[in-house]
């Protein structure tokens, strides 16, 4: 199904009912409102105004719309920061951060807890079992404009007991961060500070745990919502939306208490600004987005919680928050659209349906123009309503991919904390994986470590440096082919070097040692040579040692750069593109998997027994399907920025 995002308090109140009725026309079903309005909702303490919420809710409902409300909590009111002020965070210099944007609050406020359950309540309370109300999205994208990390006052008590829990001991706590170095040795927990304004870097086990610490607040105060949500409105499901290759905290635990993963997709800006690519790639992708920047986030997020996901925010124009924001290429927002719905999307929510003409979003395109004229997003959201109605029950079927991707969210600040070298990037490794496999035709499911595994022929995970007992055991036991990318295995839990050296754990897959490791600058290039072909090695190399294990490609002094022992297979290096692809396929290959080398704006993805092919590029290319299909949207040439689907034999 279709939806949109709409402020019934950005317009006047005449033009609501004909909002409704052109959404109904156009094919929208969900109607997102309320995540910004605290203001609107409570002018002043107490003094709740909920006519206007009411009448626009029964609008909708009026012309067959179904409602996600969503909690005003990442708009703290002025007067709530005028009378509270111990509300807002502070960064990393330890500056308050002022009024006048959003997202100006403290995930470990006490204060903030108590207003956060104060207004869930009375909204709960209100619209809990309203008929229109089918769901809740709980705030608005967790952490945006980097509000995870809060550096004031009283996150330092609130540190203080999370390491409590965890250490028990101050005792446990000085041999888990190794204190003994620079004389850092504490003599109970009041004595800890948070890890900024230090002298130089910080103790890296002091600030993986400041960051675990500050994941699992935002964890626990999504809780705090869901539990006063599932006791007032029963029956209606919860959701938040993410954002992309947003990593500032873990979002598996926060998937597990909600309904509904969604992310808020916007190709054109993430490629512009979230992954390192080559300033050619960028330009290559300017109008379409990089063909796997959408995807990879559909499947992260299908890896969630219940495996139910939405698009929550759709980019249907120009965006006006990167460094360049062009307008999506003609069909773009068709082809995304159509994408999310091949990756599994329940909803495809656009945001937002009138572009707002003033505040600081004013350049942000919308279905529909600040005129309310239909906008081209809006014309090919139509489009997609009508071509909708030929699938009916097809759209709802999934079935598991031949190959999993383990995504790690501490690998990610691990490499953050201790890159060891310029541009050691995990997101962008894992990035490379990932299309390396779409590029051979490949469905990817992406998993967090320790998912069971069984049933995948291919499993491969760009790096596990910090790897638990049921990660290593999921693997074990998963009888998949499987890759392990450079510095797996590479720290403890505390961020210490394991006995025994790298990769720690994971020597119960692949039975070897890491006894150096170092990091490449651009002008230094090695080359390793695996099945009698050379290629390029820069940025990161290992030195592998095994007494057991089988070296199955060499750098060109000879020392191996991948160890093998039974079909588990380590990467001692920072791997190029060429040779992850070369390399994938052989190992597909050898599962007995069937390959497709596509071009490089070509992609494919299997739903139930559909066969989604995507054009991303500004030429048409023929659809690799088989002759005689049967097709449901297309044909056996695809325009450019265009699809085909037809049904698999």
């Known amino acids: 199904m279709l939806g949109v995002c709409y402020y019934p308090e950005h317009w006047p109140e005449k033009v609501w009912t004909e909002d409704a009725a ?18 609107q909702m409570e002018p002043r303490r107490d003094a709740f105004d909920w006519g206007w919420l009411d ?119 000085n041999e888990a961060w190794g204190t003994a170095f620079w004389s850092q040795t504490y003599g109970g927990f009041h004595e800890v500070d948070l890890p900024n304004l230090t002298v130089t870097e910080a103790n890296p086990s002091h600030l993986m745990d400041y960051r675990r610490f500050a994941s699992d607040q935002v964890a626990v105060y999504n809780r705090l919502q869901v539990d006063i949500l599932r006791r007032l ?56 987005g990089h063909p796997d920047v959408a995807a990879f986030h559909h499947d992260l997020c299908r890896g969630m919680g ?69 906008d081209q997003g809006g014309e090919e959201a139509t489009q997609v309503g009508r071509e909708m109605t030929a699938f009916g029950e097809a759209l709802g079927a999934r079935r598991q991919a031949p190959a999993a991707l383990i995504f790690d969210y501490e690998a990610v600040w691990t490499f953050q904390i201790q890159p060891q070298g310029l541009g050691f990037n995990y997101k962008a490794l894992a990035h490379r994986f990932y299309r390396c496999l779409r590029r051979l035709g490949l469905d990817v499911d992406i998993l967090p470590p320790g998912a069971p595994l069984d049933g995948y022929a291919l499993v491969v995970a760009p790096s596990l440096p910090m790897i638990d007992g049921a990660a290593v055991a999921a693997l074990e036991s998963s009888g998949a082919t499987i890759v392990l990318g450079p510095r797996s295995g590479a720290k403890t839990k505390t961020f210490q070097i394991p006995e025994g050296l790298p990769p720690g754990a994971l020597r119960a897959l692949v039975d070897l040692q890491v006894t150096r490791v170092e990091s490449l600058p651009p002008s230094v290039q090695d080359q390793l040579t695996w099945a009698n072909k050379t290629y390029p090695v820069g940025l990161w190399r290992e030195r592998l040692e095994s007494d057991s294990a089988e070296s199955t490609a060499t750098f060109q002094d000879g020392e191996a750069a991948i160890m093998t022992q039974d079909d588990r297979h380590y990467l001692g290096f920072w791997p190029e593109e060429a040779f992850l692809t070369d390399f994938i396929a052989a190992l597909a290959e050898a599962r007995g998997l069937t390959i497709q080398r596509l071009d490089e704006a070509l992609r494919l993805r299997r739903l139930g027994d559909l066969t989604f092919a995507f054009n991303y590029g500004d030429r048409s290319l023929p659809a690799p399907a088989p002759e005689g299909a049967d097709y449901l949207l297309g044909g056996p040439e695809i325009p450019a920025h265009d699809l085909a689907v037809w049904k698999t034999q």
Not at 27 to 39: D, K
Not at 254 to 269: F, K, N, T
Request: charged fraction near 20%.
């Open 55 to 173: 009448r626009a809710i029964d609008t909708l409902a009026a012309a067959g719309l179904k409602v996600v409300l969503g909690t005003p909590t990442a708009t703290p009111p002025k007067w709530l920061i005028n009378e509270r002020p111990e509300i807002l965070p502070a960064d990393e210099r330890g500056r308050v951060l002022r009024f006048g944007a959003r997202r100006h609050y403290c995930f470990s406020s006490p204060a903030w807890w108590e207003e956060t359950q104060r207004i869930v309540e009375a909204m709960g309370s209100r619209y809990g079992e309203h008929p229109a109300v089918a769901g809740w999205q709980i705030d608005n994208e967790y952490g945006c404009h980097n509000t995870v990390l809060s550096y004031v006052p009283h996150c330092l008590p609130a540190f203080r007991n999370w390491l409590h829990k965890r250490y028990q001991t101050i005792e446990s706590l």
């Open 22 to 39: 052109a959404m109904a026309a156009l094919g929208i079903t969900y109607v997102r409102i309320g995540e910004f309005a605290w203001s």
């Open 233 to 288: 409105s029963p029956g209606r499901f919860l959701a938040h939306n993410f954002m992309g290759f947003f990593t500032e905290f873990d979002h598996y635990p926060v998937a597990r208490d909600i309904d509904v993963v969604s992310w808020d997709s916007y190709p054109l800006g993430h490629t512009d600004q979230r992954l390192p690519m080559p300033a050619e790639d960028k330009t290559r992708w300017a109008r379409s």
């Open 306 to 374: 219940s495996g139910r996901w939405w698009v929550m925010e759709q980019q249907p124009g120009p965006v006006n928050w990167a460094d360049f924001n062009p307008a999506p290429a003609k069909g773009m927002v068709r082809l995304w659209t159509w994408e999310a719905f091949a990756h599994g999307a329940e909803v495809v929510s656009y945001f937002r349906w009138r572009q707002a003409p003033f505040a600081q979003e004013q350049m942000h395109a919308g279905l529909n123009r600040p005129d309310g004229v239909l």
